[in-house]
């Protein structure tokens, strides 16, 4: 997805012969029932043509063919079936490993995939404390990341334990979801 696709056909009349080069309208439908022609398609004289797109979703669509036909043919549409995954996005997290109690701790991440991201998105974060009285987890507050999708953020662990920050992205219609994990250690205000 989000990468060209090159479908190619020939149209042919009842006898199987060709009737040169002929005007055909393509029209795509998306997962979502958006339908969209596409830029006019001529065959060559043999009835040969290619059609390239980029599919913008991911999930099960079609692309329909159509022929208005002539003086002395009717009109033909064929209709092809297509599954798109979607693409794999990767979210990174760093920060410190170790730090005291009552220390601001700074957090920095991105959002990168192979394919085209949006240029805006929404990241969960969330912290889960493990230490002595047991493991707790709480949602903090999310982050917008823009453009280059990087992003920051801080937080001041008031006591000893494992916290364990989580970032995640829901995915979008082209891209699957994604999350990633940072553990630093917070030593006690005895430590």
Same mark, same amino acid.
């Given at each position: 997805?989000?990468?060209? /696709? %090159?479908? %190619?056909?020939? &149209?042919? /009349?009842?006898? =199987?012969?060709?009737? *040169? ?10 997962? !979502?029932?958006?339908? @969209? ?15 390239? !797109?980029?599919?913008? $979703?991911?999930?099960? *669509?079609?692309?329909?063919? +159509?022929?208005?036909? +002539?003086? &002395?043919? =009717?009109?033909?549409?064929?209709? $092809? ?5 979607? #693409?794999?996005?990767?979210? %990174?997290? +760093?920060?410190?490993? @170790? ?17 085209? /991201?949006?240029?805006?998105? /929404? ?7 493990? !230490? ?9 507050? +999310? ?5 280059? &999708? %990087?992003?920051?953020?801080? !937080?001041?662990?008031? #006591? =000893? ?6 970032? @995640? ?23």
């Amino acid at each position: 997805m989000l990468e060209p /696709l %090159t479908l %190619t056909g020939r &149209l042919a /009349l009842s006898d =199987g012969s060709a009737p *040169g080069a002929q005007p055909l309208v393509v029209t795509r439908r998306l997962p !979502d029932g958006t339908r @969209k022609t596409l830029p006019a398609t001529t065959t060559t004289a043999d009835g040969t043509f290619t059609i390239t !797109d980029t599919w913008p $979703l991911g999930g099960t *669509g079609t692309y329909e063919v +159509s022929w208005p036909g +002539s003086a &002395l043919y =009717g009109q033909a549409t064929a209709t $092809l079936g297509i599954t798109v995954a979607k #693409a794999q996005a990767e979210l %990174t997290l +760093s920060g410190p490993k @170790k730090a005291p109690a009552g220390k601001e701790l700074q957090f920095s991440g991105a959002l990168t995939s192979a394919s085209r /991201l949006p240029s805006s998105v /929404l990241i969960e974060v969330f912290r889960t404390v493990t !230490d002595r009285d047991g493991t707790e987890t709480v949602q903090l507050p +999310s982050i917008q990341a823009y453009g280059e &999708l %990087t992003f920051g953020f801080t !937080d001041t662990p008031q #006591a =000893g334990g494992e916290y364990t920050y989580t970032v @995640k992205w829901s995915g979008g219609p082209a891209h699957l979801p994604a999350e990633d994990s940072h553990v630093v250690v917070v030593g006690g205000a005895s430590d």
